[in-house]
């Protein structure tokens, strides 16, 4: 068990303050909350690879609580991870209340103390969140201001510890401050005209302690700097349909394990531009990166302790064979990131409209590696402690990592019945992406959805999905069927089918329940072991078979 008594005991003392003092004042105090629990009950199958368990329950499971007031808001959540699901890193294994803040709030101001998530920017050198499927909470605990009174200013400075998992390291610290200018606040000439210009900027500084890296092969260590500092500018442009993002970064010499020890200033570069009217859009983007893993601890790996994002520039699928080989950014190798979409609904008792409409949508994503040259020998058996490699800035890489061409169709066929279509070609690099030795893995994937609402209260979902491959483990076909039955129930019957390699179904039956504000889902059946990404990061799932419950209340 891993748990901390005193800031359960500070976190308590306060709430009940905050309470006490908010009632005594005659203010209205607002109180929200969730609780989310996950249950698996495995059951080893030799088939699929579960390996065996020790336990004969698993859980990560949850509890939110949250005061609001005029002036404060307070709040504290409970985990509980000392059984976790499958998947998980050593340390993410604990309980306790990891999660506590106060925030005060006055004219445009308002000053949090605490445990706390932030972004500046798209994240390029700043982004703490929670992804609870990834066992990601990079939260700081220490303070931030953030002021948003002024006229066409926000400005937001903070530092504290990162949390990794149950602990907060001591021998390093992030701090930061950001500042974005709205200049159409200023011109009444630019709002007439209906335009809105951003201009932002952050920076970004880690101190973290020294440490004891030696170069393998050698007794030299390494002088590692102990303040890395990152710097992020950007702009956004927008009239009318057009919107226009730029956005650049950069980050000094950070030694770390992503990177291999090695002294390379870091670097960004993103470009987006994007036109929306009823009926249209059209997407564009480019983005260049180059050692840009920044953490808090440097010789940390996995996902934990990431002080930035770093965005991955693909589509983002559902449909189960279409997410079966998600890509991952390369955050410290770099990459050049290409994407593109158009979205077009062509109307109504057109030709091509039909009687209810027709959408259609087409995105492209491509992804390369950046063209290297290595600048030093090696010391010892490694490149630790030199440079490195050079690159030039525009100058794209011959090795293809990711690619992604999808169609996607959305048609009403009658009042009832409606139809989604997809086709996707895609290319996954998998000895850069999973560090697995099947080469380049080339798919075609088909996906049929079709949803029949037989009344208000009674719908049947379908899918049908196809991937045909002849690398990795093959073909594989997937089906669902899903019965809705308003306002509390939905069943739901899958399974995916290893048509290739092994043959193996990975069946799953599930029964969702909805009341108010309470959703209870219990199932059973197997898991394929694979990735689970979501935003260019990812966490490997080992294959599982056993009962699943899952329970979430908002309040």
């Given at each position: 068990m891993k748990i901390s008594l005193k800031p359960m005991a500070l976190c308590g003392a306060g709430l009940l303050a905050f309470v006490a003092n908010a009632q005594e004042s005659g203010r209205k105090v607002v109180l929200h909350g969730s609780v989310q629990s996950d249950v698996l009950i495995p059951e080893e199958d030799e088939k699929i690879g579960t390996g065996t368990y020790s336990d004969w329950g698993l859980t990560n499971t949850y509890a939110d609580l949250n005061l609001m007031s005029k002036y404060v808001d307070a709040g504290a959540r409970l985990e509980f991870t000392e059984f976790p699901l499958p998947g998980f890193e050593p340390d993410f294994k604990g309980w306790g209340v990891p999660h506590i803040y106060v925030k005060g709030k006055l004219k445009g101001v308002d000053i949090t103390a605490g445990d706390f998530y932030d972004q500046f920017g798209s994240g390029f050198v700043f982004r703490t969140y929670e992804e609870r499927s990834l066992g990601i909470d990079n939260s700081l605990r220490g303070a931030r201001v953030n002021v948003t009174g002024l006229k066409g200013v926000s400005f937001k400075v903070l530092g504290g510890l990162q949390r990794r998992y149950w602990d907060w390291s001591k021998d390093s610290w992030v701090g930061g401050a950001d500042l974005e200018l709205n200049l159409e606040q200023y011109s009444a000439r630019m709002r007439d005209k209906n335009i809105t210009w951003m201009v932002g900027g952050s920076y970004v500084l880690k101190h973290e302690k020294d440490e004891d890296i030696v170069v393998p092969g050698t007794n030299y260590r390494l002088n590692l700097p102990e303040m890395v500092s990152a710097f992020d500018v950007r702009s956004r442009f927008q009239k009318g349909d057009y919107s226009l993002l730029a956005e650049y970064a950069w980050k000094s010499q950070d030694p770390s394990f992503d990177n291999g020890y090695i002294y390379h200033r870091g670097n960004a570069l993103m470009l987006s531009g994007s036109y929306s009217r009823r009926g249209m859009s059209a997407l564009l983007q480019v983005k260049r990166s180059e050692d840009m893993a920044y953490r808090s601890q440097r010789s940390m790996n996995g996902n934990s302790v990431f002080i930035n994002n770093m965005p991955a520039f693909a589509y983002q699928h559902t449909y189960a064979l279409a997410a079966?080989?998600?890509?991952?950014?390369?955050?410290?190798?770099?990459?050049?990131?290409?994407?593109?979409?158009?979205?077009?609904?062509?109307?109504?008792?057109?030709?091509?409209?039909?009687?209810?409409?027709?959408?259609?949508?087409?995105?492209?994503?491509?992804?390369?590696?950046?063209?290297?040259?290595?600048?030093?020998?090696?010391?010892?058996?490694?490149?630790?402690?030199?440079?490195?490699?050079?690159?030039?800035?525009?100058?794209?890489?011959?090795?293809?990592?990711?690619?992604?061409?999808?169609?996607?169709?959305?048609?009403?066929?009658?009042?009832?019945?409606?139809?989604?279509?997809?086709?996707?070609?895609?290319?996954?690099?998998?000895?850069?992406?999973?560090?697995?030795?099947?080469?380049?893995?080339?798919?075609?994937?088909?996906?049929?959805?079709?949803?029949?609402?037989?009344?208000?209260?009674?719908?049947?979902?379908?899918?049908?999905?196809?991937?045909?491959?002849?690398?990795?483990?093959?073909?594989?076909?997937?089906?669902?069927?899903?019965?809705?039955?308003?306002?509390?129930?939905?069943?739901?019957?899958?399974?995916?089918?290893?048509?290739?390699?092994?043959?193996?179904?990975?069946?799953?039956?599930?029964?969702?329940?909805?009341?108010?504000?309470?959703?209870?889902?219990?199932?059973?059946?197997?898991?394929?072991?694979?990735?689970?990404?979501?935003?260019?990061?990812?966490?490997?799932?080992?294959?599982?078979?056993?009962?699943?419950?899952?329970?979430?209340?908002?309040?």
């Open positions: 079966l080989y998600p890509y991952a950014t390369q955050a410290a190798g770099g990459e050049w990131a290409f994407q593109g979409e158009v979205g077009y609904n062509f109307a109504r008792r057109t030709p091509l409209g039909g009687k209810y409409g027709t959408k259609l949508k087409v995105n492209f994503s491509h992804v390369r590696s950046l063209d290297k040259e290595d600048v030093d020998a090696a010391v010892g058996t490694s490149l630790y402690g030199t440079k490195g490699y050079k690159s030039k800035f525009f100058k794209v890489g011959g090795e293809t990592y990711y690619q992604d061409i999808n169609v996607q169709m959305e048609k009403k066929l009658t009042k009832a019945f409606k139809l989604n279509l997809m086709y996707m070609n895609q290319r996954f690099n998998d000895a850069v992406i999973r560090q697995e030795d099947n080469g380049m893995i080339k798919s075609h994937i088909a996906v049929a959805e079709g949803k029949y609402q037989f009344n208000n209260k009674l719908t049947l979902r379908a899918e049908a999905q196809y991937l045909a491959t002849k690398q990795d483990e093959g073909d594989w076909t997937y089906g669902l069927l899903e019965l809705s039955v308003l306002p509390y129930f939905m069943f739901t019957v899958s399974d995916m089918w290893n048509n290739g390699e092994s043959n193996v179904h990975y069946y799953m039956g599930s029964v969702t329940f909805n009341y108010k504000a309470h959703r209870l889902m219990a199932g059973y059946g197997r898991t394929r072991a694979g990735y689970n990404c979501s935003g260019g990061v990812c966490r490997y799932v080992p294959a599982t078979r056993g009962f699943q419950m899952s329970y979430n209340f908002n309040f």
